[in-house]
């Protein structure tokens, strides 16, 4: 513990993905099937299908509307496809589950080496603001990170070029010295296009996706980005 | 038969998309069935999602890639995210079997009405041009339609405004007098976004997708396209 820490000399900041990568969603997941018993996968697979899609359609169309609110359609949208009876006491609940996830056990402990490290931390999301400061809150993140981006700041979402500019803009240094990071293999490979370093957090073991670009580097956990970040 | 047929004024031209709409996929979930039994639903769902999700985040990011070899992409990893066993055999029939879809039965009835009553007709796609030439032939539909829109033109996917503007431009008319048909509800809802008048096929009876829009016409088959027309 008194040993020297070397100086992560490689990056000049890391920037994180928040649902998924630092929330775990999966408590979500967990109150679909309370709710909807024996439909509680189903439901929050297609739920977060359509929040994304919807998020990709607003992006390309120009549509920005706040995540909370796709994330509110997009439930509404899987429920009436997988003829759930979503009232308004079922969806408030389910909402309120998203806005006060965890963080994976380990994501703490990483973020405060990483930071004892020297290194500046981000995070950058398709969240609007409002929904990521509670969520830093409720993870017990408060303070870790120098910089929350957002999507709202830009009114796109990932990955479009003009939400993942604000991290270089933020940090004040060029993209190839920024390591993203993040658990959705897409963002993942979106971010390295874009001209980051980058890290995929593969939680579940799932293949890489076929886009003709593999993530600079990929791991289980945040901890393994601690290794690389350390050397 | 003989009664002279109003001619339809509402429109200066009726823009197809291709697959689901014009040319039937049943028969790739049929084949995925008969190679991997009990797994060919969940393997043309995910196919068609991934198909999907691969064209937005290569428009969204810039990097086009003729979308047949897009569908292949989104093949693989599906099989490889459901554990089936993809050799190059069963790659090639169910590619082959993409190539040459059937037209839903009503189509070419339906097209052929839509022509006789002088309304020009075309088909604006994600497909690219070779994929959507053979399409149109395997279905019969030679010489119904004045233009044959592709992404390989613009190098890019529904729901961006470039491969939208291909319309009003190859028809020479504002985008509002084109009647858009698809039975994608996002892409009937992103022409809407963008100009066009849109009517959505609804052929499996689904929930509107929660994108605060809606297509100007709800149908089940394409006949319904032809009664809006002729008013």
């Known amino acids: 513990m008194n ?7 490689a990056f000049s900041a890391v920037v994180f993905d928040a649902y998924g990568t ?38 390309m169309s120009r549509r ?31 909402m309120n589950q998203y806005a006060s996830l965890s963080a994976f056990p380990e994501n703490l402990q990483a973020l405060r080496e990483l930071k004892a490290a020297g290194l500046p931390l ?20 408060t303070g870790l990170f120098d910089h929350l981006l957002s999507s709202d700041t830009v009114q796109t979402f990932k990955t479009m070029d003009t939400i993942y500019d604000l991290a270089p803009k ?25 001209g980051f370093t980058s890290f995929w ?10 886009l003709d670009t593999e993530p600079d580097h990929t791991g289980r956990v945040l901890t393994d980005v601690v290794a690389l970040v350390r050397g």
Chains 1, 2 share one sequence.
């Not at 995540?67 to 009436?80: H, K, P, Q, V």
């Not at 950058?124 to 409720?138: E, Q």
Request: proline content about 5%.
């Open 3 to 9: 040993k020297p820490r070397k100086p992560a000399t």
């Open 122 to 141: 981000g995070i950058l999301t398709n969240g609007n603001r409002d929904m990521i400061d509670v969520a830093v809150r409720s993870a017990g993140m």
């Open 201 to 210: 957090i593969n939680r579940g073991g799932l293949p890489l996706d076929q």
């Open 170 to 194: 933020a940090f004040g240094c060029p993209a190839r010295e920024i390591l993203f990071v993040s658990s959705n293999c897409w963002d993942a490979i979106g971010s390295r296009w874009y």
């Open 22 to 59: 630092l929330f775990d969603v999966h408590s979500v997941a967990t109150l679909a099937e309370t709710l909807f018993p024996g439909r509680g996968d189903a439901l929050s697979q297609l739920w977060r299908q359509k929040q994304l899609e919807y998020s990709w359609l607003r992006a």
């Open 64 to 94: 920005y509307k706040p995540f909370w609110e796709i994330t509110r359609d997009a439930l509404r949208f899987s429920c009436a496809r997988l003829g759930l009876a979503l009232n308004a006491e079922r969806e408030a609940s389910l």
